[in-house]
């Protein structure tokens, strides 16, 4: 099965670069840096430092699963063409490294969110179901955003590459990332406002858990139903009876799912305990709407403050 996605994704990759000859910069002869970012988090923080001095392309369609996006011809000529490229990193982006190994990248600025900050490994935590098919090797966690702290070290990443790109306009850069900054940490305080003041520390998702490290940056335990880049769809009974039997036992108020999700496995459990059904936004993508009505990252986890107060207490 390998085999035959590596093939069609070397034919991908062969047309795309095929398409790509003679084609203009992505920018399209506006004279503005190009960034391509393959998901919702980095297209954001770009979005937010460059305002209208670059033009940003999103490869993740909105309301499109991340995990598994498959890049088309069209968006291998976009990173192609592109001055800066942004992507996470990690096994789901495993085939951004194929693609950026068949290309001439000497022109353009790479950035990987995963290199931008301290990795910890993925875990599986007790009750949790693991993977039918395990991976070899150590997998780190891919979901670095979901921490404010982190998303500073990669606004200022994505800040300090853009001002090497395009130095006519390093002081908007700059200035942009200053306020930005400012912004995630006034987030970041909410945050802990809420976990300094709970009366507990424990966490229960009817989902794939993409928040170990916003967990790990405000001291929290979590069980969820499966680890964050996981594949799976349906829990097993066992998992299941384990987040029931968890949330009765400690009296947990809340039971969370994720954006996108069918939020089925919450709902089961909601209904064998009483626990409130709650969304916590993980900003690996949003839906349509949201996208055309310029949601942004801080809004949406913004909106995370009172589910998480609601869930500690």
């Known amino acids: 099965m390998k085999k035959t996605i590596y093939i069609l994704l070397a034919l991908l990759i ?20 190009s960034v391509v970012a393959t998901t919702f988090a980095p297209y954001d923080f770009t979005r937010a430092i460059a305002g209208d001095k670059a033009e940003i392309t999103m490869l993740l369609p909105p309301g499109a699963e991340s995990h598994s996006f498959e890049p088309t011809p069209n968006d291998i000529t976009k990173i192609q063409n592109c001055d800066v490229f942004i992507y996470v990193g990690g096994e789901s982006d495993a085939w951004v490294d194929r693609i950026l190994g068949s290309m001439d990248t000497s022109k353009i600025k790479i950035i990987t969110l995963m290199d931008c900050v301290d990795k910890v490994e993925e875990e ?8 039918e098919e395990e991976e070899e090797g150590v997998a780190y966690d891919e979901h670095v955003w979901t921490s404010p702290k982190n998303a500073k070290l990669i606004a200022q990443k994505i800040s300090g590459e853009l001002c090497e790109t395009d130095s006519a306009n390093a002081e908007v850069y700059t200035q942009n990332t200053d306020s930005f900054v400012s912004k995630l940490d006034e987030l970041d305080g909410k945050f802990q406002a809420v976990v300094d003041s709970a009366s507990r520390r424990t966490v229960v998702f009817g989902d794939r858990f993409p928040f170990r490290y916003f967990a790990e940056a405000y001291g929290l ?9 996981s594949t799976e769809t349906e829990a097993s009974a066992a998992t299941v009876k384990f987040l029931i039997d968890k949330i009765n036992a400690e009296e947990i108020p809340v039971v969370f799912h994720i954006e996108l999700s069918n939020a089925k496995i919450a709902e089961t459990i909601s209904e064998a305990t009483g626990a409130k059904v709650l969304l916590l936004h993980a900003c690996h993508n949003i839906t349509k709407d949201d996208f055309e009505a310029g949601k942004t990252y801080l809004d949406l986890m913004t909106d995370n403050v009172e589910p998480l107060r609601e869930a500690l207490n």
Do not use: D, R
């Not at 599986?124 to 993977?131: A, Y």
């Not at 969820?224 to 880049?229: E, H, K, R, Y």
């Open 14 to 33: 062969a047309a795309a670069l095929m398409a790509s000859c003679g084609q203009a910069a992505s920018s399209g002869g506006s004279g503005k840096v």
């Open 124 to 131: 599986v935590v007790e009750g949790m179901q693991e993977e």
């Open 221 to 229: 335990e979590y069980f969820a139903a499966f680890p964050g880049c």
